[in-house]
């Protein structure tokens, strides 16, 4: 387990993401939607989209867009809309 955190933040330093960014979620937090940090990419959705439980769970929806090196830090930012994704990145935080 230890190895696997230290694979983490070995990757975090390289793709220049804070480690806490691997776990925490609120970092990126914006007002009206729903982020979630896994395997270093950023999930975004709406606030209340159906999609929510199953990202949260870390399965992905049947539609996925993914823009690289797009979202904070140069993280590769997922959603399940195209929309989503430029909504959050032009909102506020």
């Known amino acids: 387990m230890r190895a696997i955190a230290l694979a983490l933040a070995a990757s975090a330093l390289l793709l220049n993401v804070p480690a806490s960014a ?3 979620s609120d970092a990126f ?4 939607f729903f982020t979630h940090v896994h395997d270093g990419r950023l999930w975004v959705l709406s606030e209340g989209d159906k999609d929510i439980e199953l990202v949260s769970r870390n399965k992905e929806p049947k539609e996925v ?3 690289i090196a797009a979202g904070p830090n140069n993280m590769t930012i997922k959603s399940n809309k195209p929309d989503v994704i430029d909504a959050y990145l032009a909102a506020e935080k």
């Open 22 to 24: 691997e776990t925490n």
């Open 29 to 32: 937090a914006k007002k009206g």
């Open 65 to 67: 867009t993914t823009r």
